[in-house]
C-alpha cells in the first residue's frame, strides 16, 4: 500500500513542478512578448499594430485569470503531497 501511495505522491510532486515551471514561463514569455511589441510602437504605425495591442489584452486577461486560478491548484496539490508525507511517515 505504500508503495502506491509513494507513486502517487511522486506523480503529484512532478505535475505541481510541472505547472509551477510552466506557470513561470507562461507569465515571463507573455511579459516579454508585451514589452516587445510597445517597443515597435514608434516603427509598426498600422491599424495592425493596434489590432495585435488589442488581442495581447485579451490573451492577457485569460493567462492573468488562468494563472490566478492555478495558484489555489498549487497549494491544493501541495497539501496533497503533505498529507501523503505524513500518511508514510506515520507507517
Excluded: C
Amino acid at each position: 500500500m505504500s508503495s502506491g501511495v509513494q507513486n502517487d505522491q511522486k506523480a503529484l510532486i512532478e505535475f505541481r513542478n510541472r505547472l509551477i515551471r510552466f506557470n513561470r514561463t507562461l507569465d515571463t514569455e507573455y511579459r516579454a512578448m508585451v514589452g516587445g511589441w510597445r517597443q515597435l510602437e514608434p516603427i509598426w504605425r498600422d491599424e495592425q499594430y493596434r489590432k495585435f495591442g488589442g488581442s495581447l489584452e485579451e490573451v492577457g486577461k485569460g493567462i492573468e485569470r488562468y494563472l490566478k486560478a492555478t495558484e489555489k491548484h498549487e497549494h491544493h496539490l501541495l497539501g496533497l503531497i503533505q498529507a501523503m508525507d505524513a500518511y508514510l511517515k506515520a507507517r
